[in-house]
């Protein structure tokens, strides 16, 4: 059985940037009906920059512990940069996750993608954010 890295037990057992903000720029709910876990990333955006972002997830260990390193690598970003953020790179700030977990980190991409295409749907802007078909529909259990 493949271990979890001692980066996702770190951010699994003290994730950062847990909670909400009240007067977020962009909200973006996702979840997976095979497992049933559910995120909501909130960002803050400042001048075309993300100041301050935050999550809230139900789910398992994998899905809390991605959730926890988006949100620490979209501050700082652009929007522009932030979109660029995949999956497969918050795995990898992680130190990798198991097969079967990758698709956790799925959920955290798409909850990213979910937050900014409400960020440009906010400021009346066209939104340039392709949310996959799979968002609110079934995922590919690996
Ligand atoms: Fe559902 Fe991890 S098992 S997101």
Redesign the pocket.
């Known amino acids: 059985m493949e271990q979890y890295s001692s980066k996702v037990m770190e951010h699994f057992a003290s994730p950062h940037n847990v909670g909400e903000i009240a007067d977020a720029d962009g909200v973006g709910t996702v979840g997976?009906p095979?497992?049933?876990?559910v995120m909501r990333l909130y960002i803050k955006v400042e001048k075309d920059i993300i100041t301050d972002a935050k999550f809230k997830t139900f789910?398992?260990g994998?899905?809390i512990a991605t959730s926890s390193m988006v949100t620490d690598l979209v501050k700082g970003k652009t929007v522009g940069e932030a979109l660029k953020i995949s999956n497969q790179a918050v795995a990898e700030a992680l130190g990798g996750l198991p097969k079967v977990?990758m698709?956790?980190s799925v959920?955290a991409e798409e909850a990213l993608k979910s937050a900014l295409d409400d960020y440009y749907k906010k400021r009346g802007k066209p939104s340039p954010v392709k949310l996959p078909e799979s968002v609110g529909h079934e995922h590919e259990m690996e």
């Open positions: 997976n095979v497992c049933g876990d789910g398992c994998a899905a977990k698709h956790c959920l």
